[in-house]
């Protein structure tokens, strides 16, 4: 399975959003949902998902949470932050966030599409001393009793092809294209040169027809 970046960051990656998230809460006074939402729109998520260093190592998750912030509202403005009493529900929401965007390369905008950031928060008690795998399998199921479709599908149906057509430009036979979305065989397993084709023809990322990997 192909991660979203180079291990030596995820240690730093998930302290940052942790910290993050923590602080936008308890300090700059956000709800998660908030945060998160901003987090995203701000552009900031899709640099920080594809490990840009500037943002895992470059600075603290509260230097994090005001350039999100800022680049939402245009305002910079640092406080002293409110520290909790051990970590938060919300620390281990970004903590644990981070960990399954490295682990599965789910961006985090589809992951938002397909698991609130408040239902995850609601994972806290359950999960937040057990191993991170537990995490990751429980959300794995969650994602995949809400998508139907592949993203084969998804992405193939975007671009108005039809089966046939997407098997002629690419030269994959439509049994085997079929078969894909079906998930009678797993894109994950996919010869390179399958899913490079099929990202070409639907001008999508190669990463982004993976499905999910427990």
């Not at 809460?25 to 998520?45: H, N, Q």
């Not at 682990?103 to 938002?112: G, H, I, W």
């Amino acid at each position: 399975m192909i991660r979203a970046y180079n291990e030596l960051y995820i240690s730093n990656a998930r302290k940052n959003l942790a910290n993050s998230f923590d602080y936008a809460v308890y300090t700059l006074g956000y709800s998660l949902e908030e945060y998160y939402d901003m987090f995203i729109r701000s552009g900031i998520a899709a640099n920080f998902e594809h490990g840009d260093a500037r943002l895992i190592v470059g600075m603290s998750g509260i230097e994090l949470a005001l350039r999100v912030v800022e680049k939402c509202t245009g305002i910079y403005e640092p406080k002293e932050r409110v520290y909790m009493n051990g970590k938060s529900p919300e620390y281990w929401a970004g903590w644990a966030l981070a960990y399954y965007q490295w682990y599965s390369a789910c961006s985090f905008s589809v992951f938002k599409k397909e698991v609130t950031i408040s239902s995850l928060l609601m994972m806290y008690d359950k999960y937040h001393e057990m191993d991170i795998m537990h995490f990751v399998d429980r959300i794995n199921e969650v994602r995949q009793g809400t998508r139907l479709y592949t993203y084969l599908r998804m992405y193939r149906e975007r671009c108005g092809f039809s089966q046939s057509e997407l098997a002629e430009i690419t030269g994959i036979p439509v049994r085997t294209i079929q078969q894909y979305e079906q998930r009678q065989k797993m894109i994950n397993h996919a010869r390179a040169e399958y899913v490079i084709a099929l990202a070409n023809a639907l001008n999508v990322q190669p990463i982004q027809l993976m499905e999910i990997a427990g």
